[in-house]
């Protein structure tokens, strides 16, 4: 199946700091999809981003689905963009989403 | 409008017991997905609900089963547990398929002992 990496694993900053999470998937995709899941497990969809770039306020994301990789910027960081940050992307024909091991970010006032 | 509820939030269990967790989506999303974190595995996909059939299945033994109602809610059933089974089990709605956009419930983390 499609192997999705997620980098760094773990990161920590002052709350101010910008941020940029990286996915690398190892085939094509159709849909690809960023989460935050906050420290009591509520897993939050961010951004819907097969190709291109978006942007929610402080956040964004770019795909760039020919080189097979997508960026999560996080910019002026607060403690409440803490927990863990998830890619997953879904192939064509099951609709299924294959998640990565995600990124751990702690935000320190 | 209210969003994915699961329940129960917390379960604690003993090993050869069974269990069963319930999940009731969004109104009017018709398809239910289950999946099982934990720290070892991270998020594994168990199964998908459509339309009262399922559609799509993880790779996870027969002890691991679901089956969603007519109203869209889903329950899945783990039978004769295992200390391995202790995880956060996750829920998730679309409209039609996850490539509408997963909304997540807060999920239930099951405690075997």
């Known amino acids: 199946g499609i192997q999705v990496e997620q980098s760094p694993p773990d990161l920590i900053l002052q709350e101010g700091a910008n941020s940029t999470l990286r996915c690398n998937f190892s085939d094509s995709v159709n849909n690809l999809q960023w989460f935050h899941q906050n420290p009591w497990g509520q897993l939050i969809n961010l951004f819907y981003i097969p190709s291109g770039t978006k942007q929610n306020g402080r956040l964004s994301a770019t795909t760039v689905a020919t080189e097979r990789y997508s960026l999560l910027y996080i910019s002026s960081s607060q403690t409440t963009d803490s927990g863990v940050y998830f890619c997953?992307?879904?192939?064509?024909?099951?609709?299924?989403?294959?998640f990565g091991r995600g990124t751990s970010l702690i935000v320190h006032p | 409008k209210a969003g994915v509820t699961q329940t129960p939030r917390y379960l604690i269990k003993t090993r050869g017991q069974q269990v069963t967790l319930s999940c009731s989506p969004i109104?009017?999303?018709?398809?239910v997905s289950w999946y099982q974190q934990t720290p070892g595995q991270g998020l594994q996909f168990l199964f998908e609900?459509?339309?009262?059939?399922?559609?799509n299945k993880g790779n996870f033994p027969g002890r691991f089963s679901g089956r969603q109602f007519s109203n869209s809610r889903s329950e899945m059933n783990v039978s004769t547990l295992e200390l391995g089974d202790s995880a956060l089990y996750l829920c998730a709605s679309s409209l039609e398929h996850a490539a509408n956009g997963y909304t997540f419930g807060s999920g239930t983390r099951l405690t075997v002992v």
């Open positions: 997953a992307v879904e192939r064509g024909g099951s609709y299924i989403p294959t």
């Open positions: 109104s009017g999303h018709r398809s």
């Open positions: 609900y459509f339309s009262e059939t399922q559609r």
